[in-house]
C-alpha cells in the first residue's frame, strides 16, 4: 500500500474529513478558515497524485490554479475576519446573530 | 470575422471592469459618470452578443491559445444575453440607491462587471476547472459587493455567512472534478461523456460520486432544499439592487452550466440521481412555500420565494433526458420569465426604500395605491407573474414547465408544484390586496416617479405582459414564439460537433 | 389518484408542518454554546504564556499589507510551468507571460492609486 496511489487518496480523504468536521463544529471564525484551507489543499494532493499516477501533467496544473483560486479566497476571508473582528471584538462566530431567523420573524 | 468576433463580449466586460478598476480612485468623476461607463462596456458587450443570436454555431475561439476550454455556441450567445441584460437592469434599477449613498464607489461597479464576466464565463466554459475559475471569479466578486458598505453590520455577516457556505461549495465542486478525473483521466465536458458510455465497460462509480458532488454544489448555488437556509439571511442582508442582482443573474448562469454538463456528459449518471432530485424537488417546494409564508419582511419573502422558483425550475431539469429539447426549453423560457418578474419586483421595491432605506414589510404596503397608483399597478403586475397568472410571462413559463412533467410522467411533481402555485397566490396577493384595500396610506416619503429606474421598471412591467399576451396582438413581433424557437436551437447548437 | 400522488402531497403537507417544529428545536439539539474561553483564542492548546508581551496591538496596516503580499506572492505558481518549458513555447509562452505580468500591474496600480501602500 506505501507505494500505491491508495495511500495518497487515504491521506487526502482525512485531511478532507478533517477539514470538513472543523467547518460544522468549530465557531471561532479563525479556525473555520483554516479548515477551508485544509480541504482545498486535500483537494490539490489528490489531483497531484492521480496526475502522477496517471502520467497526465494536467493534473498538477489544475492544482496550481487551484492554489491561486485559494488565495484570491484567502484575500477576502482575512479582510473580512479583519473587519468582523473590529466590529464584534470577538471571533466566535456565535455573536453573528444580526440576521438570524427569529429576529424577522 | 475572426474568431475574436466570438469573444467580444467577453471581452469588453473583462476590459470594462479593469478600466472602471483604474479609473475608481479619480476623483474628478462622479459616480453616475462611473456607472455611465459601466454601462457604456455593458451595452458595447451586448451588442457584440446579439449579433450572433439565434444563429446555429458551435466554434471553439483560439483553439491554439485556449486548447477548447472556452466554447461559444447558441446556447451561450442566448445565455450571455441574459446576464448582459441582467447587469444592465441591476445598474438602472439602482440608479437612486447607489447615487445618494457615498459609501458606493467606483470599485463597486468594477465588481459587478468582474462577476458579470465570471457568470459570462461560466455560461461559455467547456471545461471542468474553467468552469471552477469562472464561479470563483463571479462568486469572489459578489462576496464584496454584498460586504461593501462595511459600516452597517448586516452587510458583513452576510458577506461572511455567504462567503463561508459558497467556499465550502466550491471545495465540493473541487472534489467532485477531482473524482470524476480519477475516473475518466480528464476534465473536458465532451470526453468525459465518451469515458462513460457503458460501451466501454468501465467501473464509473467513482464518477457517479464525482457527478453527484457537482450536483450538490449546483444545488447549494441555485439554494435548493438541503442548502437553502443560507439564501433568506443572505437577501435580506444585502443592498437591495445587489439582491436583484443576485437572485435573477447568479441562478440562470449556474442552471446554463449544470445543463450544458448534464446534457453533453450525464446522460448515464442522471438515471441514478431521478429518485433523489424528487426528493429533494418536494422538499424544496414545501421548505420555500413554509418560509415564504412566515415572513412579513417583503424583501424575506421575495427570497423565500425564489427558493420555490427553484423547485419548479428542477422539475423541467428532471425531466430533460425524457423529453429533452422541449425541457430545456421550458427551463430557459422559464428562467427569464423569473428574471423579469423578479428583477422588476426585487428592482420597484429597492426604488421605494431608496430614499430612506427603509425595510419595508406588509404592512408598510396599506392603502399604497392611493398615494402611487402607477407603483402599485406595476408590483401587482410583477406578483401576478410571479403567482403565475394568465395574462403574464410567469403563466407561460409555469404551463411549459407543468405540461413537460406530465408528458414525462412525472404527475407526482406537476401536483405538488400546482399545490405550492396554489398556496403561493396567498403571499402574492395579500401584497395587493393591502395596496388596494385599505383606505389610508401609511407608507409617506415614496420618491415620485421620475427619472431612470422607474422608466426601465415600467418597461420591465411592460415586458411582463407582453410576454404573457404578445403574440395575440401583433403576429411578426418578436415574442414567446420567437424566444421558444431560439431556445430550442441552442439546446441543439450544444450537440454540433 | 395513485398512492404515490397521495403520498407526496401527504409529504408536502407534513413538511409545511413539521419542518418549523424541527426548527424550533434546532437550537436545543444543536451545538451547544462553549463555555471555555480557550476556544477562542489562536492556539487552543499551545502557547498560553508567551515571553515578552503577546497581547500588544499591531496596526491594521500590517494586516493590509500581508494579505498583498499574500495575493501577489502566490501568483509566482504560474511562472513555474512556464519556465520548466519556456524553450518549447517561444514567443508565444512569452507574450502570454507578459500579459500576464501586465495584468498584474494593473492590479498593482489599483493598490497604489487606493491608497493602500501609504503608511500613515
Redesign the interface.
Known amino acids: 500500500m506505501s507505494n500505491s496511489i491508495t495511500a495518497y487518496m487515504f491521506l487526502a480523504m482525512l485531511l478532507l474529513s478533517i477539514g470538513f468536521l472543523g467547518v460544522i463544529s468549530r465557531k471561532n471564525i479563525f479556525v473555520i478558515y483554516m479548515s477551508i484551507e485544509l480541504m482545498l489543499n486535500a483537494v490539490n494532493l489528490m489531483f497531484v497524485a492521480l496526475s502522477r499516477y496517471n502520467d497526465l501533467m494536467s493534473g498538477q496544473i489544475i492544482a496550481m490554479c487551484i492554489i491561486a483560486v485559494a488565495t484570491a479566497e484567502a484575500g477576502i476571508f482575512l479582510s473580512l475576519i479583519v473587519v468582523l473582528y473590529r466590529r464584534k471584538k470577538s471571533l466566535d462566530s456565535d455573536i453573528f446573530n444580526t440576521l438570524s431567523q427569529k429576529e424577522a420573524l | 470575422m475572426g474568431d475574436i468576433s466570438y469573444l467580444l463580449p467577453l471581452l469588453f466586460v473583462g476590459v470594462g471592469a ?1 478600466v472602471l ?2 479609473l ?2 479619480t476623483k474628478s468623476l462622479s459616480i453616475s459618470s462611473i456607472a455611465k461607463i459601466a454601462l457604456g462596456f455593458l451595452v458595447l458587450a451586448f451588442i457584440s452578443n446579439v449579433y450572433y443570436f439565434g444563429e446555429l454555431h458551435k466554434v471553439y475561439p483560439y483553439e491554439n491559445v485556449f486548447f477548447g476550454m472556452i466554447v461559444s455556441d447558441t446556447y451561450s450567445v442566448y445565455f450571455n444575453s441574459i446576464l448582459l441584460v441582467g447587469a444592465i437592469a441591476t445598474i438602472l434599477i439602482g440608479w437612486d440607491y447607489f447615487r445618494p449613498d457615498r459609501r458606493f464607489t467606483g470599485e463597486f461597479f468594477s465588481l459587478l462587471l468582474f462577476s458579470t464576466f465570471g457568470m459570462m464565463l461560466l455560461v461559455q466554459s467547456a471545461e471542468l ?1 474553467s468552469a ?2 469562472a464561479l ?1 471569479i463571479a462568486s ?1 466578486s459578489l ?2 459587493m454584498i ?1 461593501f458598505q ?1 459600516d452597517n ?2 452587510r ?6 455567504y ?2 457556505l459558497g ?2 461549495s ?2 465540493l465542486f ?2 467532485g ?2 473524482l470524476i ?2 475516473s475518466t ?3 473536458f465536458l465532451g470526453n468525459i461523456g465518451v469515458e462513460l458510455l457503458p460501451q466501454t465497460g468501465k467501473d464509473i462509480s467513482l464518477a457517479i460520486g464525482g457527478a453527484t458532488l457537482i450536483l450538490i454544489t449546483f444545488l447549494f448555488k441555485i439554494s435548493a432544499f438541503p442548502f437553502q437556509n443560507w439564501t ?2 443572505v437577501y ?2 444585502s443592498p437591495l439592487p445587489v439582491s436583484a442582482y443576485m437572485a435573477s443573474t447568479f441562478k440562470v448562469a449556474v442552471f446554463a452550466f449544470m445543463l450544458r454538463f448534464v446534457a453533453m456528459d450525464l446522460g448515464y449518471i442522471k438515471d441514478y440521481w431521478d429518485g433523489l432530485l424528487m426528493g429533494v424537488i ?2 424544496t ?3 420555500g ?2 418560509l415564504a ?5 417583503l424583501k ?1 419573502m421575495l427570497a423565500s420565494s425564489s427558493i420555490v422558483h427553484t423547485g419548479y425550475l428542477l422539475i423541467a431539469f428532471v425531466s430533460i433526458d425524457i423529453i429533452g429539447e422541449s425541457a430545456s426549453s421550458s427551463i430557459i423560457y422559464y428562467l427569464i420569465a423569473y428574471f423579469l418578474s423578479a428583477m422588476g419586483a426585487f428592482g420597484l421595491i429597492s426604488y421605494i426604500s431608496s430614499s430612506d432605506k427603509l425595510r419595508l414589510t406588509y404592512e408598510d404596503f396599506k392603502g399604497f395605491s392611493h398615494v402611487r397608483p402607477y407603483m402599485s399597478a406595476m408590483l401587482s403586475i410583477f406578483m401576478l407573474s410571479l403567482a403565475g397568472l394568465p395574462g403574464t410571462i410567469g403563466f407561460i413559463g409555469k404551463f411549459y414547465i407543468f405540461s413537460g412533467a406530465i408528458e414525462a410522467g412525472y ?3 406537476a ?2 408544484a400546482i ?2 402555485t396554489f398556496i403561493s397566490i396567498y403571499y402574492y396577493f395579500k401584497l395587493i390586496a393591502l395596496m388596494y384595500f385599505y383606505p389610508s396610506p401609511i407608507l409617506s416619503n415614496v420618491p415620485p416617479l421620475k427619472g431612470l429606474p422607474p422608466i426601465f421598471i415600467g418597461f420591465i412591467a411592460i415586458a411582463v405582459l407582453w410576454g404573457g399576451i404578445g403574440n395575440t396582438f401583433i403576429a411578426f413581433f418578436p415574442s414567446i414564439d420567437f424566444l421558444i424557437d431560439v431556445a430550442k436551437l441552442s439546446h441543439r447548437s450544444l450537440f454540433l460537433q | 389518484m395513485s398512492a404515490q400522488l397521495v403520498l407526496s402531497l401527504s409529504v408536502v403537507l407534513i413538511l409545511a408542518l413539521g419542518v418549523p417544529v424541527l426548527f424550533l428545536l434546532s437550537s436545543k439539539l444543536g451545538p451547544q454554546e462553549s463555555t471555555k474561553n480557550s476556544k477562542n483564542i489562536p492556539y487552543e492548546s499551545g502557547i498560553t504564556h508567551c515571553v515578552g508581551g503577546c497581547d500588544n496591538r499591531f496596526s491594521v496596516k500590517f494586516y493590509l499589507v500581508a494579505i498583498l503580499f499574500v495575493l501577489f506572492d502566490v501568483e509566482i505558481v504560474f511562472m513555474f510551468p512556464w519556465a520548466v518549458r519556456v524553450r518549447e513555447l517561444g514567443y508565444f509562452g512569452l507574450f502570454e507571460m507578459f500579459a500576464f505580468i501586465a495584468l498584474l500591474v494593473l492590479g498593482l496600480i489599483y493598490i497604489y492609486r487606493s491608497g493602500a501602500l501609504k503608511w500613515q
Not at chain 2, 293 to 297: E, G
Open positions: 479593469v478598476m483604474l475608481s480612485y476547472l471552477f475559475i470563483e469572489l462576496y464584496v460586504g462595511t453590520i448586516r458583513v455577516e452576510a458577506s461572511y455567512r462567503l463561508v467556499s465550502l466550491g471545495v473541487l472534489f472534478t477531482a478525473y480519477a483521466k480528464t476534465t433568506i439571511d435580506d442582508g418536494i422538499l417546494l414545501a421548505y412555500t413554509f409564508l412566515a415572513q412579513n419582511n424575506r404527475t407526482v411533481l401536483t405538488s399545490l405550492a
